[in-house]
């Protein structure tokens, strides 16, 4: 981002800390003070939020119904230029924990709670509590000389399945009474991505040749890493703006270089850009991809963090010409004790 996260953040907190949105949100403005959330009642349940789509759904598995569940950034919003509105304050300050991707992914909400002074116990980063800097991923978009990682790293499931892990543990530490259920409903979650793990593998030998990916998102990182594959580009800068020509000069023979003959999109940012290089270098572009959008609509059946898993790999493995019986038949709903 080219402006200073700091300067737009505090332009935010400036109504915010006024009269009018201190009446709004918190008593006891007068005083200059931002006062902390009342204790919550030992029989009510958690205030939860959740940042992304995939991490909120992550939650919902292991929370099931015992807690009030958020999504602070709303599905099809951009999650890497999201900037927080005056409601996010309120709301993150008065949520028992706050449960965010991390690894940089979320620095506006995460300077936001700063600033409001949410304690910071409250605040889970699931990414740096499972990858070690030591396996920190940089590339197109996220180089390291921006010294961002990439932070995607719920694209590969197993790395899900840990952030599930951290989940119920801090479930477990804040409302112990329903500890059993939310094990149990870990447990069921870890058995469908252990399935969905085994289905990918099998479908991803079915394709011949490489497997190689150019996408126009840096998205697949941390699941090249685990799954064997090579990602030989992005379209998107790190900038998060369009390429230059010569960048996309650099990508046509890149393609050509590397004998890439699927480009993948993302259905919430259809390209230009890409359409131009798949002309250019004579590849095919689909544009089905997605890394924070789940599929169908809040309620469906489908629309969860391994669904969108299942339609993504599912995508990759039939464009590059396997098959990928094996990834549909992996059951997405969610599975609660």
Known sequence: MTTSTSSWVGRLLRPYLGAVAC???LAGCASGTIPTAEPRAADAPLQVVASVAPITDIVRRVAGD?????????????????????DL?????????IFLNGLSLEKPVMELADI?????????????AVVPASDYRYDFSFPQSGGKPNPHAWMSPLLGRA?????????????????ALFRANLRAFEEQ???????MRTAFATIPGAKRLLTYHDAYAYFAAEYGWEVVGAVQPADFGRPSPAEVDGLVRQIR??????????EMFPSSVVQQLAHASGARYVTD????????EPGDADNTYLAMLVDNYATITEQLGGDAAALRSVPVGAVRS
């Open 116 to 128: 409001i002074g949410v304690p910071s116990d409250r605040v889970v980063r699931l990414g740096d």
């Open 66 to 86: 015992q807690v009030t569940l958020t999504g602070a950034i709303p599905e099809g919003v951009d999650s890497h230029t999201f900037r927080p509105q005056q």
């Open 257 to 266: 270089d590397t004998g890439v003959s699927v480009l993948f999109g993302s």
């Open 89 to 97: 304050a309120a709301l993150i300050s008065e949520a028992d924990v």
């Open 193 to 199: 991505v252990d399935r969905l793990d085994t289905a």
């Open 289 to 296: 991809l997605s890394d924070d959008d789940l599929p169908g």
């Open 23 to 25: 009446a709004a949100v």
């Open 163 to 179: 952030y599930a892990r951290v989940v119920a543990d801090e479930l477990c530490r804040r409302a112990a009474d329903d500890c």
